[in-house]
């Protein structure tokens, strides 16, 4: 059969027809899976990684409150005066700290010596008899030997089997240097669960914690830590299989803390996160059967005309099989040559659109989370709110091309919005005059802190719901994204453009991880002030004391203690007037003695 002219003619501009298509498609279909997957497994990694300073955060805020509790209840009882009260002021301060925070399960209080001072739990009474000695659990041996807290194993309790770990505070009198108490807390990991559950997904996609045994401690569905699931965590990113053995796209975080490691995992699965690509494959196939049906039709009606014209069909199609998709074929000849050329050009021109919208979707989602993650990179630098906000709105105004940009605070009383940053002349302005909007107001910005989700406003024109600023005239499009931070409500990030429709599909997950980044970066920097602010009073107090031990009199105390807390607290005059009992055989009346007034230094 292919010794006929019309039969090997035929087949040419068939393999002509569709082999520079199946090149093209091939090399766009293996780009866009490159692209895909590259692009899926930063968005994991980036998932881990908020979720990974979530888990940390509650853990470590834990542990510097127990700290703090311990530090507390041991200084009380070194000044607790026996006559006043019977009560243990260390056990007293200790059973406050366990009632108030719903995360422990178990606390108990040791002395230098190992053994239990005091052990309350939860889920068990625990009698005065029932008091241990534990210097040879390694608990209380490692802080007490390396005055370090110590983090224990994870662990599941019998009874509920929800996962456990126990964090040992040593307390180290500075005067002997020696670990005097220990502290040791079972904390709940059950609450972290709520942190992962409440992370923003995509369809498909999972996010988990895995301790260093390679047991699932937390998850968004419970019963798979109840039921012990192990996952071994791979040592690189990128395709394994998942925890529910599929195929998946999967990046971790750790997280170490002291001895102990965690893995945050998260996972989507290959059909969701090359979607995309399959469906650049589909398109490809179906251009690929198209040329070769059109091929074949072309061929068998028009051979017998196909002489000089089949010259220039052949090497416009080798053209393009070398990769030339600028390469056309004359349009001339009989009606058919016509036919096959324009068919020909109108394949080549389908696959440079395509595979030019390919780069150029890829190019722009990569240029916008890398401009978002420059955005928050710069933000997480900032300790101060003050200038945090301010640099925020400017950087996004101008890194996304914006029209304008500002972030509003919730206020104490959580009835509120209030202006803290906006871009340019005009968010000076609407931060002079105290700009605020009720939060049950029916602007896009209070709806979006209801609601805790992002609202978008496409055409300002067209949506009856959206109330103008005369500010801000040349607004088209707006959107608006909560700040939120450990499940808490910070504020919202509001967004403008003077284009219409610019807050579309492929920009709302870089805004939304960009307003996460910004609420973790202001939820840090509040952390920091007020640590601040405490080891400031801390040292003024410690400088006090210290004055206040060096006096060798009583009238040098009072006056020492007058002067130094004027100064701290800057009061012109300090005065302290002391009232002492006559004796029990002296009938006179009580003697006052007053400090004259100290002037503060």
């Known amino acids: 059969m292919l010794k006929s002219l019309r039969a090997r003619l035929t087949l040419i501009m068939i393999v002509l027809a569709v082999l520079p298509t199946l090149l093209a498609g091939g090399a766009a279909t293996w780009r866009g899976f490159s692209a895909q997957r590259q692009s899926a497994q930063d968005l994991q990694a980036e998932v881990a990684r908020r979720v990974a300073g979530d888990v940390e955060q509650f853990l470590t805020e834990n542990t510097r409150t127990l700290e703090q509790s311990l530090q507390n209840a041991v200084r009380t009882a070194a000044g607790w005066d026996p006559t006043v009260s019977p009560e243990n002021p260390e056990e007293m301060m200790l059973m406050q700290a366990f009632a108030s925070n719903r995360s422990l399960s178990e606390l108990a209080l040791l002395d230098g010596n190992g053994q239990e001072l ?86 498909g996609q999972d996010v988990f914690v895995v301790d260093s045994q390679n047991r699932v401690v937390a998850h968004r569905n419970p019963s798979v830590v109840l039921s012990g699931t192990i996952f071994e965590v791979p040592e690189s990113f990128g395709e394994h299989t998942g925890l529910g053995g599929e195929r998946v796209v999967l990046a971790y975080e750790p997280i170490e803390l002291g001895t102990q490691t965690f893995k945050v995992v998260a996972q989507v699965p290959t059909s969701v996160a090359y979607h995309a690509a399959y469906d650049a494959l589909t398109t490809t196939v179906l251009t690929v059967v198209a040329a070769t049906i059109l091929a074949t039709i072309v061929g068998l009606v028009s051979v017998a005309r196909l002489s000089r014209p089949l010259i220039s069909l052949t090497n416009a199609a080798r053209a393009l099989g070398a990769g030339d998709l600028s390469a056309r074929a004359p349009e001339t000849g009989g009606s058919e040559i016509r036919t096959v050329a324009r068919a020909l050009n109108d394949t080549a021109a389908r696959l440079a659109n395509m595979i030019g919208s390919l780069e150029a979707l890829v190019d722009a989602r990569t240029r916008d989370l890398r401009l978002a ?67 049950n107001a029916r602007s896009l910005v209070a709806r979006a802190a209801r609601e805790q989700q992002p609202v978008i406003v496409a055409d300002t024109a067209n949506d009856p719901n959206f109330l103008a600023n005369p500010l801000l005239p040349n607004t088209r499009s707006e959107a608006a994204f909560p700040l939120v931070a450990r499940g808490r409500l910070l504020g919202v990030l509001d967004v403008q453009s003077d284009r219409e429709d610019r807050f579309g599909p492929e920009l709302l997950d870089v805004f939304m991880t960009l307003a996460g980044q910004v609420a973790v970066s202001l939820e840090n920097a509040r952390l920091f002030r007020a640590t601040e602010q405490a080891s400031r009073h801390e040292q003024t107090l410690n400088a006090i004391t210290q004055e206040i031990q060096r006096a060798t009199s009583l009238d040098e105390v009072i006056a020492t203690a007058a002067r130094a807390l004027g100064k701290a607290l800057r009061a012109p005059h300090t005065a302290i007037e002391l009232k002492l009992a006559p004796a029990p055989q002296d009938t006179e009346e009580p003697v006052e003695r007053a400090q004259d007034a100290v002037p503060a230094k």
């Open 373 to 439: 993650a420059r955005v928050a990179q710069q933000a997480a630098a900032i300790l101060n709110p003050d200038e945090l906000l301010p640099q925020i709105v400017e950087l996004t105004k101008q890194s996304f091309d914006l029209y304008h940009a500002h972030i509003y605070l919730l206020n104490d009383t959580q009835d509120r919005l209030v202006l803290a940053a906006g871009a340019g002349d005009v968010g000076r302005a609407m931060l002079a005059r105290g700009h605020n909007i009720p939060l």
């Open 118 to 203: 005091f052990h309350q739990a939860r889920r068990r009474v625990i009698s005065p008899n029932d008091l241990t000695n534990r210097a040879d659990d390694e608990l209380f041996r490692i802080p007490a030997t390396q005055q370090q807290p110590y983090y224990g194993a994870v662990r599941f309790e019998e009874s509920t089997g929800e996962p456990l770990i126990d964090i040992a505070i040593p307390y180290v009198d500075l005067r002997s240097g020696q670990v005097t108490r220990v502290m040791i807390a079972t904390l709940q990991i059950a609450p972290v669960w709520d942190a992962v559950a409440a992370v923003l997904v995509s369809e």
